[in-house]
């Protein structure tokens, strides 16, 4: 199922494939909403882990255009709930994911990513 | 002057007793002094808290508590017990007027005859409770227990040596320890999803208790397997993601991923975070710093094989697909794999740990060794800067066993990703660092643990 905080954290890991190789690209995905407990000190604990720029872009892709371009200064409730929301509660349940740079394709399934490497494709 | 404390221990696991007092102490954060000489084999301890509160919270948490007394006095007869209880007159005079009480007397590796049962409680009238005596629901239960030594393997008659004790016991009930009760509620037979991999339920909680799992927590299993951690991590309030080379372990065979399903069935499915198949030998993760603990039982080759992306040397070259080929994980593409040497594989997982826990993060995992060879210097040749040794308890199986170890990361520096590099050590390049006795376990288990293994086929 995969959520938008592990699709923040996952590149690219071909052998060679170390520039632009995240975040990777969501394609022909199917998403699905689910409710998640909110704690506040986790997110707050995961916000500097957070490539900022590669999470507002996925929520968009994924339909999701409530996060500001940057992360405000105040993180006041409202904020850490949209935030809770984009990070936790949408999930990707079929589709795939696709590195920019080398154009490799880890698909999902049943909301388990494979993001095994082919033999050629390892160091 | 702290409090003191009896605490009984359930008869299981004697050697993961006092590390898991010690991490649930850490957990919320209170004291906890363990003596120098406290014999941790023995299912008693008297130990000082500052609150009552700190006891309780202990016997709710830790797996092998099953029960805790306020202490008043112990004797190595019971002339020393009753003068010392005399002394502790303050602690339950309280009692005195008009509390319902009840008394009891137990042996620990020996039945007490009924008659000496009466007898025992009868010789502490001298505390003079003037309450009612309710059996059923009493204000106060007294305990007092006769430590006895394990004759098992002798044949005795009943009750033979009765009286004969090595202790004595005596103290008031503050609490049944009430998380006993999860090994049957984790019970893998009655899980909706198990495989030959999966560690029993008393086990999985004794781990989750050793990487302090609490709400607001990541926890990381990079060898999820069938995932028999993730439930008892998730219940104590973590998150939880789950990784395995092999996807159709995490998934079982219907459309709803196995992990899932069993997760549903114990209410923490929203504590998975995410489950993803690959190698940990060739991980994606973006960076480090990203969890409060890792809990694994790493494959040892023995049931699980232990693999690695790869090819085995020696093979003749494969043709390799042309482009890469879009697959799902319980469809037939499957990369080759070797075999993962698991005293390598120990080594990777520290430094893994490093890399991916934040600072005071947690390494919780079992590694297998050979009973005879084991030595200290096993698991501290492990370790690396920045990491230390927290707790190394046995599970006792002969001429194996496995030791769980419980290993903090103290620096607060970052540190890169392991490379993952096999050791060479082949025959005539004898290694010279230490070789500690699970390096090639899976060999020495399918001969038998005999002494002058040949180097085996992996
Ligand atoms: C001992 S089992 C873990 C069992 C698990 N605790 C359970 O409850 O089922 C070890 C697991 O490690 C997986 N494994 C072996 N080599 C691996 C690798 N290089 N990377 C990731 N997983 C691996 C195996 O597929 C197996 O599921
Ligand atoms: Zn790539």
């Known amino acids: 199922m995969v959520r938008l905080i592990t699709h923040n954290l996952l590149a690219c890991h071909v052998k060679g494939c170390t520039s632009n190789n995240f975040p990777l690209k969501l394609q022909d995905v199917q998403i699905a909403l689910r409710e998640a407990e909110f704690n506040e000190d986790f997110l707050r604990g995961f916000i500097p882990r957070l490539e900022w720029g590669a999470l507002v872009q996925a929520a968009r892709e994924v339909g999701d255009d409530s996060l500001p371009a940057e992360v405000p200064e105040m993180l006041d409730d409202e904020f850490l709930k949209q935030l809770h929301h984009v990070l936790l509660e949408i999930h990707i349940d ?7 740079n080398c154009k490799h394709v880890y698909p999902i399934s049943s909301g388990i990513p494979n993001m095994l490497l082919a033999e050629h494709e390892i160091g | 002057m702290p409090n003191q404390f009896l605490f009984v221990f359930a008869q299981a696991h004697e050697d993961f007793r006092i590390p898991e007092l010690v991490s649930i102490a850490e957990l919320h954060g209170f004291e906890l002094a363990i003596p120098d000489n406290l014999d941790c084999s023995r299912p008693f301890a008297v130990l000082s808290l500052e609150k009552e509160e700190h006891a309780r919270l202990l016997a709710r948490r830790c797996i092998l508590i099953r029960s805790v007394y306020e202490f008043y006095s112990r004797g190595s007869s019971y002339d020393d017990l009753h003068e010392r209880n005399r002394a502790a007159r303050p602690k339950w005079e309280k009692y005195v007027p008009d509390t319902s009480f009840k008394f009891f007397v137990n042996g620990y590796n020996q ?6 049962q009466r007898q025992v409680i009868e010789d502490f009238s001298y505390m003079g409770f003037l309450g009612k005596i309710d059996l059923k629901t009493p204000e106060i239960t007294m305990g007092c227990f006769e430590e006895y030594r394990d004759t098992t393997g002798t044949t005795r008659q009943k009750h033979e040596g009765d009286g004969n004790f090595r202790e004595v016991y005596f103290g008031r009930l503050l609490e049944e320890g009430s998380a006993r009760s999860l090994i049957k509620t984790f019970d893998v037979k009655k899980r909706q999803y198990f495989g030959n991999t999966s560690m029993e339920a008393e086990i999985s909680l004794l ?4 990487t302090l799992a609490a709400p607001g927590k990541l926890v990381y299993d990079p060898f999820v397997g069938t995932g028999s951690m993730v439930y008892t991590t998730a219940y104590f309030g973590a998150h939880v993601f789950g990784s395995d080379i092999d996807g159709r372990q995490m998934r079982g065979k219907s459309q709803v991923p196995g992990i899932r399903r069993a997760a549903a069935q114990y209410g923490v499915e929203q504590r998975i975070m995410d489950l993803c198949t690959f190698d940990v030998t060739q991980n994606p993760w973006r960076c480090g710093g990203l969890f409060d603990a890792i809990i694994t039982d790493p494959p040892y080759g023995v049931r699980a094989g232990a693999k690695r992306l790869g090819r085995k040397k020696g093979r003749t070259t494969p043709v390799f697909p042309s ?3 879009p697959c799902v994980d319980d469809q037939p593409y499957i990369p080759p794999t070797k075999p993962y040497e698991l005293s390598d594989l120990a080594t990777d997982l520290v430094l893994l740990a490093r890399y991916l826990l934040k600072p005071g993060g947690r390494l919780v995992f079992f590694l297998p060794t050979v009973t005879d060879e084991y030595q200290e210097l096993d698991i ?11 707790a190394n308890s046995l599970q006792d199986f002969g001429a194996w066993g496995r030791r769980l170890v419980t290993i903090r990361k103290t620096s607060t520096q970052s540190y890169g990703p392991p490379t993952f590099k096999p050791t060479v050590s ?3 390049d004898a290694p010279v660092e230490h070789v500690p006795a699970h390096r090639d376990f899976r060999g020495k288990y399918f001969q038998g643990f005999k002494k002058d293994h040949e180097d085996s086929v992996t």
């Open chain 2, 426 to 428: 082949g025959p005539g």
């Open chain 2, 380 to 390: 501290d040749g492990m370790l690396c800067e920045g990491m230390e040794l927290v």
């Open chain 1, 94 to 100: 079929e589709g795939s994911m696709v590195c920019p």
């Open chain 2, 111 to 116: 039945s007490i005859p009924k008659a000496r």
């Open chain 2, 207 to 210: 781990m989750a208790n050793q």
């Open chain 2, 323 to 325: 482009e890469p080929r």
